[in-house]
């Protein structure tokens, strides 16, 4: 990371494209945009560039640059950066490739640019560049959408083609910034974002990545963005894997690198997008209204199939709800209506008021007046090429109109993007509404910023450094270490195969054997429940002999109302996690499981049980229910468990957490630990 700041690089006053024709395209974008500052294009060969007088190098330029687009080869490029060091200059942004992304092949040059680099801010290498809107500065080597603008959002994007298509969007985003990150050798996209965070005319920031290098660091950014009122928007894409991870228990199969980074951004306050329209309505209706607190919106619409379709899309997205209207919300809208209405939220409001500005004014306005966060209308307007829109025209003066009079959020969707015109979409942002495209993207963006409303962010520690290899415990070595954290374990013995029989009679009947030293005992044969005698006991160790010379026998747990897995894994990045889910031999198969970053309150415990289906049953179902308090203790126990021993734990695996019913706990039925010895 580059010490100085970004200011002078992101907003300069002077700027030297160093190059070819690259140089010269950058020289016209600036000029095109209006850049008002000085322009110093360098090239030994030309004497002009665009219109401007050449330099034949850095050294001859009238000034220090603030920002110097480095358009040459990776060669000449790692010179023109120390270069720019030695004299002062503000920052660069280096467009060639060859570097990082060649893997071995690029990391002597790769080391070479950061030396060079020093203490300057380095945009790049194998970047596109920077646009800013608000200063009118194309650090840019080709065409682009954008205009300028007076605040807006910012784009960081890992990817410089998806940036200029970004730029050409016609959803009526105010794009303020776009910074290409490219291999963030030198300053990387966590010095970015916390630029932006700084200027206020940003409003929200967008960031399209396949990962981030320093998670801890983008965390205690990420929780100062939220505390400050600055949303971030994440549509991460690509699942590669940050290090090698071991496989042999359950747990770590559940924990893809993908789901550690849903488990971030639900941390630190981050909306997360699935999709590129999705990310462009998510951060417009981030940088416009902020978090939904409550998730309750009102919907109208003059039809009934609009309103079907609406209460469908809400009912897939759990940060989302239609509340009911009470008895004076319904008598207020009902006042301003045909007597053949039927008062709901979603609204059908027909066509009687159509064209009626006071009429469906007044209806906006008691719809607005509704206790939610947002009111929707659902408002398709036809091709103005194949249809007279004039009439539409009322329809949205009505709802600006009831908008300056409640104050209300609200925001207009159209089912179909191509329904919404640009210029219609411009004029609704100028007024105060949010113009949303598509009714799935819409609530897309609507569940993405209810979700992110109740977090509480918290930063991640830096993840523990790996010293030496790790050992796997027993089963019995395992429980023993967990019992003494104080989780519930159920009552057993090991011994060799020939005295299973015996050993068994003094714990009593029923009891479970187990193949000692086996991983997935179950899949290996190495697992006998319900055996109710010592010849049976004695007849299935036998039978285990070819797997194991140990057995361990335990107490048989019965009213179990369900089977939990509870689990830790350790990624290089993200340091420990808590893994939950459901549990016993179908984990896998039922991909029914939540993951926690460590440290964990009991609330996030009790928020993540909640939102699996195995949860369902512990908080009863169909007559049953589970002991979720005991639940909720031995989860508890397993993550101070592990954060007491962040050091040296590198997995847990408890499957299966048997659930008994309510008053009666949890048992810790099976377990791995895989630890450093220290």
């Not at 700041?5 to 945009?33: H, I, N, T, W």
């Not at 699942?239 to 849903?262: M, N, P, Q, V």
């Not at 569940?447 to 050992?471: F, G, I, Y």
């Not at 179990?560 to 031999?585: K, M, N, S, W, Y």
Request: glycine residues 8%; contains cysteine; proline residues 5%.
């Amino acid at each position: 990371m580059a010490s100085q700041s970004l200011d002078r690089l992101l907003s300069p006053r002077s700027v030297a494209v160093v190059g070819g024709r690259v140089a010269e395209s950058v020289a016209g974008e600036l000029l095109k945009l209006g850049f008002t500052g000085d322009i110093w294009p360098v090239n030994p060969k030309r004497e002009t560039m665009a219109g401007l007088a050449c330099f034949a190098s850095l050294d001859d330029l009238p000034g220090i640059p603030d920002a110097t687009y480095i358009g040459v080869s990776r060669e000449a490029a790692v010179q023109a950066v120390r270069s720019l060091h030695v004299m002062g200059a503000g920052g660069a942004i280096c467009h060639a490739a060859g570097f990082s992304e060649l893997g071995d092949g690029g990391t002597p040059l790769n080391d070479a640019l950061i030396k060079a680099a020093g203490d300057m801010p380095v945009i790049g290498p194998n970047c596109w560049g920077v646009l800013n809107l608000l200063d009118r500065t194309a650090l840019w080597p080709d065409f682009h959408g954008c205009e300028p603008v007076d605040r807006g959002v910012a784009i960081l994007s890992q990817s410089g083609n998806m940036a200029i298509n970004f730029t050409m969007q016609t959803r009526a985003l105010p794009l303020a910034m776009v910074i290409t990150v490219g291999n963030q050798t030198v300053t990387d996209i966590n010095d970015m974002i916390e630029a932006l965070l700084a200027d206020e005319r940003i409003t929200a920031i967008g960031i399209h990545t396949e990962g981030i290098a320093d998670v801890a660091r983008f965390s205690e950014i990420a929780c100062k963005a939220h505390a400050t009122g600055k949303p971030i928007v994440a549509l991460k894409t690509g699942a590669s894997e940050k290090g090698a991870r071991a496989t042999i228990s359950h747990t770590a199969t559940l924990a893809g690198s993908d789901r550690f980074y849903d488990a971030l951004f639900a941390r630190t306050g981050v909306a997360r997008a699935r999709s590129v329209p999705a990310f462009i309505e998510t951060l417009k209706l981030m940088s416009a209204a902020g978090p939904l607190p409550s998730g309750r919106i009102t919907s109208l619409s003059c039809s009934g199939g609009e309103a079907s379709l609406m209460a469908d899309a809400v009912e897939l997205r759990p940060h989302l709800s239609l509340p009911d209207l009470s008895e004076d919300e319904q008598e207020a809208i009902r006042a301003t209506l045909n007597g053949f209405v039927d008062i709901t939220n979603p609204l059908d409001y027909h066509t009687f008021i159509w064209a009626d500005f006071e009429a469906m004014k007044q209806t906006y306005a008691a719809m607005m007046r509704v206790d939610a966060d947002m009111a929707c209308l659902i408002y398709d307007i036809p091709r103005a090429d194949r249809a007279d829109t004039a009439q539409y025209d009322i329809g949205l003066d009505a709802w600006i109109a009831a908008k300056q009079e409640t104050g209300s959020a609200a925001g207009v969707i159209a089912t179909l993007p191509e329904c919404l015109p640009e210029a219609t979409a411009t004029r609704l942002c100028e007024a105060g509404i949010t113009p949303l495209f598509g009714l799935d993207e819409a609530l897309d963006a609507m569940n993405a910023a209810a979700a992110v409303a109740d977090c509480s962010p918290r930063p991640l520690q830096s993840p523990e450094v790996a010293a030496c290899p790790a050992d796997i415990l027993t089963e019995q070595a395992s429980k023993t270490m967990l019992a003494q954290a104080g989780l519930r374990i159920p009552e057993s013995t090991s011994c060799p195969i020939p005295e299973a029989g015996s050993v068994a009679a003094g714990i009593g009947f029923p009891v479970v054997l187990k193949a000692s030293g086996v991983a997935h005992k179950t899949e290996a044969g190495g697992v006998a429940l319900n055996l109710e005698t010592s010849e049976q006991v004695q007849a299935a160790a036998d039978a285990m002999s070819a797997i194991s010379s140990d057995v361990l026998i335990e107490e048989m747990i019965t009213g179990t109302v369900c089977e939990l897995i509870v689990g830790v894994t350790r990624d290089p990045q993200f340091g420990l996690a808590l893994v939950i889910g459901a549990g016993g031999i179908l984990t896998e198969l039922l991909d029914d499981s939540a993951i926690i970053l460590l440290p964990a309150s009991r609330t996030d415990i009790a928020a993540a049980l909640e939102t699996l289906k195995v949860g369902r049953l512990i908080n009863g179902y169909r007559g049953k229910a589970g002991d979720l308090a005991a639940t909720l203790d031995a989860v508890e126990t397993v993550a101070r468990f592990a954060t007491d021993n962040a050091t040296t734990l590198e997995e847990l695996d408890i499957n299966p957490l048997m659930v008994l019913a309510p008053g009666k706990g949890a048992i810790a039925a099976d377990a791995l630990i895989r630890i450093r010895q220290i």
